[in-house]
């Protein structure tokens, strides 16, 4: 699993420290999206996809943009918490420097990411992102939870329960796959 922290985040922040309970094996990268260009950030992340053999990619706030392209690219299941879908409209206004056209072709991206790859969970009082209308419009589906009184930190909301609810639906998405790919082969007799 791979997990992606938000704009000024911590790679154990609240998601991680909430799949740190249940999952075992988690690759969460410090990222500086001050220091790195978003084609250098999202190259990166590719990196960690193909060398780490990434089943599930999760994002909170601007890691769950980064999240989207992935998913949409490498055709996995995506856990977005909070997502910040729409970087070059947020970025400016917590005081990011640097260039936002990257993040604007990189949002053309999101229109190949498939729906039934989708979980997102929304807080509707986040007091960062103010476009969450639009992230149901594009993520809506039986796995989209709006939370009342949810706010932007992942710690106001109920990942516990809802980690229980959509992880064995995207090991599902994982393991169908692999039975894809390579038939019933790669099971253990």
């Given amino acids: 699993m791979l997990t992606i922290h938000g704009y000024h985040g911590s790679p154990e922040n609240a998601t991680y420290r909430e799949l740190d309970k249940t999952c075992v094996n988690i690759t969460a990268p410090s990222i500086d999206f001050d220091s790195e260009s978003p084609e250098a950030v999202l190259n990166r992340l590719r990196y960690y996809m193909t060398a780490n053999d990434i089943d599930v990619i999760v994002g909170t706030s601007l890691g769950g943009f980064y999240a989207s392209v992935l998913s949409a690219e490498f055709n996995k299941p995506v856990i977005l918490v909070n997502p910040c879908l729409m970087p070059f409209l947020h970025l400016p206004r917590l005081g990011y420097k640097g260039d936002i056209t990257s993040y604007i072709s990189m949002f053309g991206t999101l229109e190949n990411l498939k729906n039934e ?44 329960e809802y980690f229980d609810e959509v992880l064995p639906y995207c090991n599902k998405l994982y393991y169908e796959e692999l039975d894809r790919r390579y038939g019933h082969m790669w099971a253990k007799e």
């Fill in 117 to 160: 790859n989708i979980c997102c969970i929304v807080g509707d009082a986040d007091n960062v992102i103010d476009t969450h209308d639009l992230t149901e419009r594009m993520c809506k589906n039986e796995r989209f939870r709006r939370v009342p009184g949810g706010k932007h930190s992942a710690a106001s909301l109920p990942l516990n």
